[in-house]
């Protein structure tokens, strides 16, 4: 019963691998969800950073050291590429929920968008901060 | 003719019996996100690094203390509903609900921790 009822269904994108070919489409998707969930390491740090703030300067002289020493200073950069990469793929998400863009040509023009756009704007965030 | 429309048909449906509230939330605190992040970004990007005394300065403005709480509360609220849907697709059980509570505890202690922190900054 159960084979003759068997008929083609789409793949999930977690049977990656020899099952499912990776797209544009898919991947931009899987990346929104670790930006914003890796979100979460620059939440610590900046309530860190805030909590040492309020303490007093010896405090804050250690938060600052940590935050702004290499590891700190990593971890804010991919932070700020990782925010602004989930901001655009957030708009696009947005866009998608209006039932607007869904055909296939632009709905992977929109990830090239997404994976451009959060380059760009990391690296003109880092501009404006250095002036 | 239809009098029910589809977001209406979905309210109080689905295992949680939430109906589309959560994406409903999503959509919600995503827009407001996206006005206030990139203006936090800009103060708070500027003030790291500037030394505590200048650090306090900006952190005393009211505008600036009322946006980084703003940022925390919608910001970590945004955050909680995002991992569970995470938690939701990769785990199930008991595993689920303890990585659940363990979010949503997460969340609400550093919001509490970073409006503690703004109080007895600006006040």
């Known amino acids: 019963m159960a084979e003759e009822n068997r008929i083609q269904r789409p793949l999930s994108p977690f049977m990656i691998g020899p099952y499912y070919r990776p797209q544009l489409t898919s991947m931009s998707s899987i990346l929104t969800r670790i930006t914003g969930n890796a979100m979460i390491v620059a939440v610590f740090l900046i309530v860190w950073w805030l909590l040492a703030l309020a303490a007093g ?59 451009y756009g959060s380059v760009v704007l990391t690296i003109l965030t880092v501009i404006i901060y250095w002036i | 003719m239809r009098y029910l429309t589809d977001r209406k048909r979905a309210v109080g449906k689905g295992s949680a019996h939430s109906g589309a509230e959560h994406h409903w939330h999503m959509i919600v605190s995503a827009v407001a996100l996206a006005f206030m992040v990139p203006t936090f970004l800009f103060i708070f990007g500027n003030a790291l690094g500037s030394g505590y005394e200048a650090a306090l300065a900006t952190f005393q403005k009211p505008f600036v203390a009322i946006l980084t709480g703003l940022v925390l509360v919608v ?49």
């Open chain 1, 57 to 115: 300067p010896e405090a804050f002289a250690t938060a600052e050291w940590w935050i702004t020493s290499w590891v700190g200073n990593l971890v804010m950069f991919l932070s700020l590429w990782g925010i602004w990469y989930h901001y655009l793929a957030g708009l696009r998400h947005l866009i998608f929920d209006a039932g607007k863009c869904l055909d296939i040509p632009t709905a992977e023009k929109l990830g090239w968008v997404c994976i």
């Open chain 2, 75 to 123: 910001g970590l609220q945004h955050f909680q509903k995002g991992a569970r849907v995470m938690l939701e697709d990769y785990t199930s059980g008991t595993t689920r609900k303890l990585l659940i509570m363990l979010v949503v505890g997460l969340c609400w202690s550093l919001t509490a921790a970073g409006l503690f922190a703004l109080a007895k900054i600006a006040l």
